[in-house]
């Protein structure tokens, strides 16, 4: 059975300040994707990790993957309120076409002034 | 910019009732998908649907639940009795390519409420 897990699941930082969130997954899939949610909204696509070493960028946050060891990162920079969030990692659960998504429990994000 | 639509945004019934859950995906994407989550937790594959036929399915998608394209735009879930247990939202999600490019993109949610 595909586990994807995240930590930390609640974390509570500062503007300004630097953090990393941690997906691990227990498949050898090479497809890793970040989602953002609101609360009471629906789940918007922030990032498409499609190899191993893929680094992607977006504004105050970049994703990286390493498919060796399984692990995807999401790294916040210079964090503003904005970004309070909760954000999802997700990996395809069978590698072919229309493959459903596994997902971690989120890690609520919460930055304060 | 294209966008995936849920009809209704919140209902409420019985157990044991039939509900109809109704999508409309983005129109050129092939693959369509349903999700739940339960308030406060993770989110939990359903099913996948793909040239007119399921693709694959959770061992959630059991025999109450169902999924049909009735047209060319409409994707629906239909749950025959609901149960307490099936109160949660319930995402709707197209893609377009599949394959090794996999981007889902998720509509707004209908909240399943059962009484």
């Known amino acids: 059975e595909l586990k994807v897990e995240q930590n930390p699941l609640f974390l509570s930082m500062q503007e300004g300040k630097n953090y990393t969130i941690y997906c691990n997954y227990s498949?050898?899939?090479?497809?890793l994707y970040w989602y953002r949610q609101d609360p009471g909204k629906s789940l918007e696509s922030l990032f498409v990790?499609?190899?191993?070493?893929a680094v992607k960028q977006e504004g105050r946050l970049m994703a990286s993957l390493d498919t060796k060891a399984r692990l995807s990162t999401l790294h916040i920079t210079a964090a503003v309120h904005d970004l309070s969030a909760t954000y999802f990692c997700?990996?395809?659960?069978?590698?072919?076409?229309?493959?459903?998504?596994?997902f971690g429990k989120g890690t609520h994000l919460i930055i304060q002034p | 910019e294209p966008e995936v639509t849920q009809t209704p945004s919140h209902q409420v019934t019985q157990m044991g009732q039939e509900v109809i859950l109704r999508c409309v995906p983005i129109?050129?994407?092939?693959?369509f998908y349903w999700y739940r989550q339960i308030l406060g937790q993770k989110v939990e594959f359903l099913v996948s649907?793909?040239?007119?036929?399921?693709?694959?399915k959770s061992e959630i998608f059991d025999d109450q639940f169902s999924v049909e394209r009735p047209d060319g735009s409409n994707f629906t879930l239909k749950i025959r009795s609901t149960k307490l247990e099936d109160s949660a939202m319930y995402f709707c999600?197209?893609?377009?390519?599949?394959?090794?490019?996999?981007?889902?993109?998720f509509g707004p949610g209908t909240r399943l409420t059962v009484l």
């Open positions: 999600a197209s893609s377009g390519l599949g394959g090794r490019y996999n981007e889902q993109f």
């Open positions: 498949t050898t899939s090479d497809r």
């Open positions: 990790l499609l190899s191993n070493g």
């Open positions: 997700a990996v395809d659960r069978a590698g072919g076409g229309a493959d459903g998504l596994t």
């Open positions: 129109s050129n994407h092939l693959y």
């Open positions: 649907f793909y040239n007119n036929e399921i693709s694959e």
